[in-house]
Each structure stands twice: as structure tokens, then as C-alpha cells.
């Protein structure tokens, strides 16, 4: 998921994007459904006054190289730092691609450090709701959370809702050709009671049997 290509194509009812201020550190997240999964890249952007700070969570060592071991480190820390659940069920986040600028890059405020990831979905109905929640580096963050036009036409955006600070989103969908989770559970349901009364009713043959054998017993 390329951040230029998808900027063309957010949705309009996103809210507009804030202005990125020196003393901060703009983390801007893109999100993608799919009907089995979820993809997402945060983009973030640390301030000329922030830097050092950020600098200083990324190259641990302070030898002024994000080394390839201190960049998958950090991609982890802020996967860790991000919450996703799908129907009020937690998701389990996945690194897909990571991408560093240089320290100088960051000096100037210009660099952006690129994350994709995603996530499988589990099973849900018609109806969805996704809870994305991030708070890596809360004290000096400004968020921002958009969402993309889904590919599939069976997806549909029904709304989007964000906390002041945006570091809560929520995403509202509905997704055609899918069985509903009441129906699915009602199968389930009546495919256990049926098995009940199969085990039932060899259970009872089988104990008709051993009482006919200890009324009649076999003699050798």
C-alpha cells in the first residue's frame, strides 16, 4: 500500500488532515478491509523539536545507524503499542514491510517512517465494527486515521468515528455475501443436538445388548 496512492482515494468523510508542527510527532494511519483481512500502514513523521527522542527509541545503541536489527525492534515496539479488534474481538497485528528514512532525513523533519501490517479477520456477519486504537509515543503524538474506499463492492463504509486526539477510531462497514452469525450458530447448534440424540440412542442399544447378554449368559 503505497501512502501517495492512497491519499487520492480516502474516503470524504474523513476529518481534515491536522498540519504537522515541529514539536510533534504525526503518526498517520491508513486502513484497508477486506472480508478475511484487514491491512493498515502508519506513516509517522517526527518534528525537528522532537527528533532526538525519537531518534533515541530507534537507535538504541546511539551509534548514529538504525541498523536493519534496530529498525525490526522498533516496527515491533509500535505494533505492540497499537490495539485492533474486530466485533470486540482483539486481533493479532502482523509486520508486513518497514521502511526507515536517513538520520539526516530526520533532522530536517522530513523523514517518515513507514509500517504495513495486517491482520486476520475472524468470522462476523453482514454487519461490522472495527476498534483501532494507537498510543506510541502518547506524550508527544498527534494522530490521524483515515480509511480507504474498499476494493470489494460486497463492502460497504457506514461510518467512521475518531476521539478528539484520534488515537481511538472506530469503523462501522456492511459486507454482502456473507452468512449471518445467528444463522451460523444456529447450524452449529442443531448439528450438536442432532449428534446428541445419534450418541443418545447408541448408547441405549448398546445397553440393551449387555442386559439381554447378562440375563443369558454363554456357556462354553
Known sequence: MKTRLAAA???????PALAHRLDEYLEATLV??????????ITLTPGVAVYPIVLADIDTDADGIISETEQRAYAGRVLRDLSLTIDGRPLRLQLLSKRFPTIEEMKGGLGQIQIEFSADLLFGGATRRLIFENHHQSRIAAYQVNCLVPRD?????????????????QLEYLQAGVQS?????????GDRVWLGVVALLLFARFAFLWRQRARNPVSY
Open 9 to 15: 482515494i480516502l474516503l470524504l468523510t474523513a476529518t
Open 32 to 41: 484497508s478491509v477486506e472480508k478475511t483481512r484487514m491491512r493498515a500502514e
Open 153 to 169: 463492492p460486497d463492502i460497504r463504509i457506514v461510518a467512521q468515528n475518531r476521539n478528539y486526539s484520534q488515537s481511538l477510531y
Open 181 to 189: 452469525n445467528s444463522l451460523f450458530l444456529a447450524s452449529w447448534s
